[in-house]
């Protein structure tokens, strides 16, 4: 075999070796494509289950102060 039949065959292997590894990955993501993830119905189930109706004032609006999460800062703190 020369060397441009050797250089020929390696690019085959290389391609083949890639080919067969992104069919493997194409079949494994179409299996499990259909299934749903636990985890995730977890979360959400968690996230639905914590979520507290706000409160709202006589206008239908929150006011600014009531909006603001505890640990926020005022809205004009940079006016000293």
């Avoid at 391609?15 to 959400?44: F, H, P, Q, W």
């Amino acid at each position: 075999m020369s060397a441009e039949d050797t250089l020929a065959v390696c690019i085959l292997a290389i391609l083949a070796v890639a080919g067969v590894t992104l069919m493997t990955i194409l079949c494994s993501l179409m299996k499990n494509a259909g299934k749903r993830d636990e985890l995730a119905e977890l979360l959400n189930e968690e996230t639905e289950s914590h979520e507290e109706p706000r409160e709202e004032t006589a206008g239908g609006e929150c006011s600014e102060e009531e909006s603001r999460e505890l640990w926020e800062k005022d809205s004009e703190w940079w006016k000293g």
